[in-house]
């Protein structure tokens, strides 16, 4: 089975602080992504990146940066957090052709106070 | 408008019931379409692909109408482990970027 992994399950942060989140997948995935989900929102996509040091903006890419320096890890950055980035963040990855779906980490949940 | 809409929960069905759940998508260039499944404070995981032809998988059966840009999930014979939020996903663009549906919370009662 496919694995995503994410560094920390739960984060509690101060208003200020550069943010790392990290993920890792096993399968030699070409795609990877960063998802936030808020209650009433769903999820919306962040960032995504298609290989090695690539990246695109999805919908809300304000205060957040990301690094993929090598194929399996993809890190989310945001560069000085705010109360309005408490949220789940999910990271994701896939195979290259659009007919397959995602595989999810289970989550971090970050708390900024 | 959102670019994916499903109907708004929840649902709340007897053991044994079934249950339809539908969602539309506005951009027309949508490639590949899917039914993703969350339990509380989990992740989404890949319930099922949609297809033109129609697909079934046990009790689940999805369809997809590419004219009227329709998808829709039907749950037969709901057992209490099917209590979850269904997400209605499309995928687009290179490589594919999966955009998401609110969902729909489906609570099965004994």
């Known amino acids: 089975d496919v694995k995503v992994t994410q560094s920390s399950r739960y984060l509690v942060k101060r208003t200020g602080e550069k943010v790392f989140l990290e993920c890792v997948q096993d399968?030699?995935?070409?795609?990877m992504f960063w998802y936030r989900q808020d209650p009433g929102l769903g999820l919306r996509l962040i960032y995504f990146?298609?290989?090695?040091?690539?990246?695109e903006k999805g919908d809300i890419p304000e205060g957040y940066s990301v690094s993929r320096e090598k194929k399996e890890r993809f890190s989310l950055i945001l560069e000085s957090a705010s109360t309005n980035q408490t949220s789940m963040y999910l990271c994701a990855s896939s195979r290259g052709q659009a007919s397959y779906g995602y595989t999810f980490g289970s989550g971090t949940r970050l708390t900024v106070v | 408008r959102k670019e994916v809409e499903q109907d708004p929960g929840p649902f709340n069905v007897p053991e044994g019931a079934t249950v339809a759940f539908n969602c539309t998508y506005s951009n027309s260039a949508s490639q590949s379409f899917f039914w993703y499944r969350q339990d509380c404070r989990k992740e989404p995981k890949l319930l099922m692909s949609v297809y033109s032809s129609g697909n079934e998988d046990g009790r689940f059966t999805a369809q997809l109408n590419r004219a009227s840009q329709y998808i829709s999930l039907l749950i037969r014979d709901s057992k209490l482990s099917d209590s979850a939020t269904y997400l209605c996903v499309v995928k687009r663009g290179q490589g594919g970027k999966l955009i998401f549906g609110q969902g729909t919370e489906l609570s099965v009662k004994p």
């Open positions: 399968m030699d995935h070409e795609n």
């Open positions: 990146s298609y290989d090695v040091k690539m990246k």
